[in-house]
Structure formats: C-alpha cells, structure tokens
C-alpha cells in the first residue's frame, strides 16, 4: 500500500482568478492599494471596477488519483 504525500503548495503563488463579491467582476489581476495599519503597512488586493476589497479567491487543486 502506498500513500500519496502531495507536495506542498506556496499560497504566496497568485491566485487563479478573482471574482468581485460586490459587482461580480471577475479579473485575475488584483488593484493592490498599499494600506497602513497600526504603522505596519500591508498591501490589500481590490477590484479594478469598483474598489472593493470583498474578493473571492479561486485556486485550482490538483485531484488526487
């Protein structure tokens, strides 16, 4: 019996795509705005349409076999 050990996937990696939860655009590259939070700065994907920082990300995943 042998098991299957998947290798490990970077979330770093850019996404598949980006779908927009308050218009519905889908893009698949993100407007990132550089916010400051507590004087730590932190880039924050947003729709090129609207601004919007509600996104949903896809990732496609390897099915295992």
């Not at 996937?9 to 698949?28: A, I, S, T």
């Not at 400051?36 to 996104?55: H, R």
Request: hydrophobic share 30%.
């Amino acid at each position: 019996m042998s098991s299957y050990i998947p290798e490990r996937v970077d979330k770093v990696k850019r996404p598949d795509h980006y779908k927009c939860l308050e218009c519905g655009e889908k893009f698949n590259d993100a407007k990132l705005v550089k916010e400051e939070i507590e004087g730590i700065y932190v880039a924050q994907a947003t729709c090129p349409a609207c601004d919007s920082t509600e996104l949903k990300v896809s990732w496609w995943r390897k099915k295992n076999r």
